[in-house]
């Protein structure tokens, strides 16, 4: 399960909408082995598609060093699905690096940039195999 | 000679846990080939047909190697390797 803050969740919402129709993509850093998403970090989407993401490799070096540095991991990596489900695609299933990360998509499909609701599902994907789980929005972090 | 490679979760599988390990060489190739020599299995997980896999990311002093050579990129005891995997996805 993929517990989160609403103000967490509102600031990945928010992005994936601001960036529709490209794919908005980022991570939430929290203390290693916390499992607690603390910390959003919206990244570029270096391939500025609707249909891919990749985070620019230069920046990516700068966000892990970030991370090394305070003792964190990425405890959610997001991105959004701009046409489609919000569901793992087979490049996303093939390119998961990240075994012990939420992978949060979020899929702005119906909406666009407007208000409105739009899916936001939490996975793992582990070997390939993709496994999806619940998502608990809180008030803030216990 | 001593150059410290930095190895992200998912290849610790291949260097029994550890998240560096130290090799040497005088280019990229040259390392890596030398850290397969320790910890079998990691090359394949860098290198296909001859160059670096498109969707992994090494850095040599912070430095993206696609920038200066990728395999055939220079390095000099007291380097340092960061192997990051490119966070990416349709």
Redesign the interface.
């Known amino acids: 399960m993929l517990t989160i803050s609403e103000a967490t969740y509102d600031a990945i919402v928010a992005h994936a909408k601001r960036d529709h129709p490209d794919e908005a993509?980022g991570?939430v850093a929290g203390p290693e082995g916390s499992d607690r998403p603390e910390r959003v970090v919206e990244?570029v989407n270096a391939?500025g598609s609707p249909?891919?993401?990749?985070?620019d490799?230069?920046e990516?070096?700068e966000l892990?060093k970030e991370m090394w540095a305070k003792d964190e991991e990425p405890v959610v990596?997001y991105?959004s699905h701009t046409a489609t489900e919000a569901y793992?695609?087979?490049?996303?299933i093939g390119?998961?690096?990240?075994?012990?990360a939420h992978y949060v998509l979020v899929s702005t499909r119906e909406h666009g940039n407007n208000d409105g609701p739009v899916e936001f599902r939490s996975y793992r994907i582990v070997d390939g195999e993709v496994t999806e789980e619940e998502v608990r929005v809180v008030p803030a972090l216990s | 000679m001593a150059i410290e490679v930095r190895i992200?979760?998912?290849l610790r599988t291949y260097t029994d846990g550890e998240k560096a390990v130290t090799g040497d060489g005088g280019s990229l190739s040259a390392l890596i080939d030398d850290l397969e020599s320790n910890h079998p299995g990691l090359k394949e997980r860098l290198v296909e047909d001859g160059d670096l896999r498109r969707?992994v990311?090494v850095?040599v002093n912070?430095e993206?190697v696609?920038f200066i050579g990728g395999l055939d990129a220079e390095l000099t005891d007291g380097d340092q390797v960061?192997v990051?995997?490119?966070?990416?996805?349709?």
């Open positions: 993509c991570i990244m391939a249909t891919f993401y990749e985070f490799s230069t990516l070096l892990y990596i991105h793992p695609s087979r490049t996303d390119l998961a690096s990240e075994p012990g | 992200p979760t998912i969707f990311n850095y912070d993206d696609r960061v990051l995997p490119a966070v990416a996805g349709g």
